[in-house]
């Protein structure tokens, strides 16, 4: 991340010079930086290796006679990466208005090779449009950016924090030009417009790769493309950084502890399932066991665990995977989604056959898991015998920590309680929230759960049932949250509306 003490908005002509004439490559080639952390004395940060006259040439560049100090190769490269994210994240927020500066980096990657962010240069207009697009969107941490055409403009959205935002509007004249730019990048068929398409490009900032998943759809103003980025840098999060309560994680983490059975986590797209899934996974000992997991896409590496990328186009899907990863000997499978009915069948055959199996649906709460596998033709003794728990989540936006206050109001009930509220600050971009957190209702299917899953028994009963053994439903799970000063209360009700209904 970059140091958000480091500004380039002052009137800094030193630092402005270095940054606009020096190529990041040429700082990495010869291992030298500016030290934009040095106080009122700036100077140039080198390592043993740097030849002299590249320091001459240096100073000749920006006219300035910097003075040079020796430190460490990762230093430098630390410095050098940091910085120059800082500057282009800078220039790009001065710029977010207009595109008639110089282009600043060639973003995507058409071919194999991963492209930096922050090294190649083009002067080609369109080239810049996107590059400054996917780099604001690497900067605000988006999840999704959305290219969708209109009668008179391409407007670009993105999705930060799970709510779409509108951050800009392209020309209608370059509508053309961006989204074949970003279908080239993809290796879609650009030719092609009347039907969807999806490829994939990848990308870096520094030290940090971003794949991007490209998806083209016909609209009557023209194609509509949304890209999902997909940070490979990010960290694994320990199941206890979720935001669970402390004994849902105790629940939670005796569940996973079982050697077979099937455990579920729902909630809608985009409401963080395959973290927590990853989460458990980081919780059990794959030094001993055989963990396989299916993914589509696979978002975080992890060690010592076998993952394959679902390819529908080659007819590997995750049920042909599924069949395949049980003759591979595994102890721990994990099904990125469950999607269909062969699926459902082989992944509860491999619970009932001595497999711990991870995997996810899209259901309201966490008991409509359970009607929604018997739908996907599982029969009701078999779920009985093989489920061992489902949590359901959702992501609320945290209050920005900047702007914050405490408010106190009359709720329905007559109580005068207090809560937080956020005004908005430049921090948090005038939203009032900055980050997520988690949301969570887990249910352990225990002795009197199965009989009512053995009679077809409604999900109201079955979720009743769980709350009388201790459950606590996802707006309980909200409330706390409310209550801790963690989120508000529009943020709860505004994703636990569906599941309360």
Known sequence: MVDQSVSFNEEQSVVERFFSSIPIELCRRHLFCFDADSGETPRLLVSEATPLFVVDAVRRRIRFALPT????????????????????????????????????????????????????????????????????????????????????????????????????????????????????????????????????????????????????????????????????????????????????????????????????????????????????????????????????????????????????????????????????????????EIRDSETAMMAVQAALTGHLVFSTLHTNDAASAVTRMMDLGIEPYLLASSLVSVLAQRLVRRLCLECRAPTEFLPEVGIKRSEFVSKGCDVCRRTGYRGRLGIYELLIVEEEIRGLITRRSHSTSIRDEAVRQGMQLLKVSGDIKIAEGATSREEVERVTMRASM
Do not use: C, W
């Open 69 to 336: 100090e020796y430190a460490d190769a990762p230093v430098i490269r630390e410095h050098i990466d940091r910085l120059y994210e800082a500057y282009r994240a800078s220039s790009v927020s001065t710029t977010n208005s207009a595109f008639a500066h110089e282009a600043d980096d060639v973003l995507l990657s058409s071919n194999d090779e991963t492209m930096d962010l922050l090294e190649d240069q083009s002067d080609t207009p369109v080239i810049d449009i996107v590059n400054r697009i996917l780099f604001e969107a690497v900067q605000q941490q988006a999840s999704d950016i959305h290219f969708q055409p209109n009668e008179s403009s391409l407007t670009v959205r993105m999705r930060m924090d799970g709510v779409l935002f509108d951050t800009r509007e392209v020309s209608k004249s370059m509508q053309e030009e961006v989204l074949t730019r970003i279908k080239v990048a993809g290796r879609m068929d650009i030719a092609e417009k009347r039907l969807p398409q999806d490829g994939r490009a990848t990308v870096r900032v520094g030290s940090r790769v971003i794949d991007l998943r490209i998806a083209s759809m016909p609209s009557s103003h023209g194609e509509r493309i949304v890209v999902r980025l997909l940070d490979k840098s990010a960290r694994l999060y320990q199941l206890e950084e979720l935001g669970m309560d402390p004994l849902s994680l105790q629940r939670f983490r005796n569940a996973i502890s079982v050697e077979h059975g099937l455990i579920l986590v729902t909630g809608p797209t985009g409401s963080g399932k395959s973290t927590t899934l990853y989460s458990a996974l980081l919780e059990l000992d794959t030094r001993e066991k055989n963990a396989v997991t299916l993914e589509d896409p696979i978002e975080y590496q992890l060690e010592g665990i076998s993952q394959t990328q679902i390819n529908l186009k080659k007819g590997m899907t995750f049920a042909g995977g599924l069949r395949s990863v049980l003759r591979q000997d595994p102890d721990i499978i994990m099904v990125g």
